[in-house]
């Protein structure tokens, strides 16, 4: 059975065994197809997984930055737009294509079971608390999932612990806290474990030191100094023609996917909100 949301423009509603609703387009089943034919095209099966991270990451330069693309339906659904990404959801989709690519799978379906395994926490979705909202908490969950290697404390990283409540405290900004208020103790339970953590970070002015040691593909998790948050953005590292390491991300509202124009340590130093850089790698999948 499929319904349209208006909201969304014409987006499926497609019904799952799992009692939750899958969101998406024709368009998005269109680009899914078009990734895994450039990956046939190029051969990028037989490519280390950051080759191949790199690769599909530029696929989508140009792609419009939109907002909050996970809260347009009522309850937790599996939502995928692969025309209008944030810095998240960018992040996801390529590693999500990628590890697909790597174990030879190329069709929608199993798409979606990846996106759901990459986004949720221990893999499965239920309700907006199991979704993976604080980076940090993304990153914990994902490396036990086996899906990437924090190497951010082997590469020259200081200890840093979070103190975040920004979720838990400001319910309003939240669609899904707003309207299921028995959600937020569970966030802020959330919050409370993830405080508890040890995290490494390599402060924004000693990334150029590090920078040799950063790969192309690695995942950047850029740390905040915003009140109650971790991480502000996260993006893919990318080594230009000139061995420089730079940043491809979706930055903001009113652009789009792009590659900096500048090294990754130039571009922190530029914004006075980012601290750091958390540095993943996304390992070879089984």
Known sequence: MKNLINSIGLFFIALSLNSYTQVYSENDVEICNSK?????????????INDVITEIGKKFIGTPYVAHTLEVTENEDLIINLSGLDCTTFLENVIVFSRLIKKEKSNF??????????????????????????????????IKKNIVEDVTEKIGGEKIKFNLFFMSKN???????KNNPKFVNTIKEHERLINQRDYYFIPKGNVHHIENEIKNGDLIAITTNLKGLDISHVGIAVKMKNGRIHFMHAPLVGKEVEITEEPIGNYLAKIKKHTGIIVLRV???N
């Open 36 to 48: 895994f034919q450039f990956a046939v095209e190029q051969n990028l099966t037989v490519k280390p």
């Open 283 to 285: 390992k070879e999948p």
């Open 171 to 177: 319910p309003d900004l939240y669609k899904h806290l």
């Open 109 to 142: 379906e199993d798409f979606k079971s990846e996106l759901e395994f990459v986004r949720y926490r221990d893999g499965k979705m239920s309700d907006y608390t199991s979704r993976l909202h604080y980076f940090s908490d993304w990153i914990y969950d994902n």
